[in-house]
């Protein structure tokens, strides 16, 4: 499970939620959760935002293993 999915579940918020916070389609919110769409600086801003903390606490560990 990527860091993102649990902090989301961690939270008990939905995909729906996520999306609905984000100001996203649920279908869209659900391709950056699982890797099928790119992420964008400011929307991993803004998701960071909803957890209180930094974008690299979420998405480093992916980044860096899909380079290896």
């Excluded at 579940?9 to 950056?32: D, G, H």
């Excluded at 960071?48 to 930094?54: E, N, S």
């Amino acid at each position: 499970m990527n860091e993102l999915k649990k902090r989301r579940l961690e939270k008990r918020y939905t995909c729906k939620n996520m999306a609905e916070i984000l100001n996203v389609s649920k279908p869209f919110y659900w391709q950056l959760e699982n890797g099928k769409r790119r992420l964008s600086y400011s929307m991993a801003i803004k998701i960071a935002k909803i957890f209180k903390t930094k974008p690299d606490q979420i998405f480093y560990d992916e980044y860096k293993n899909r380079e290896s």
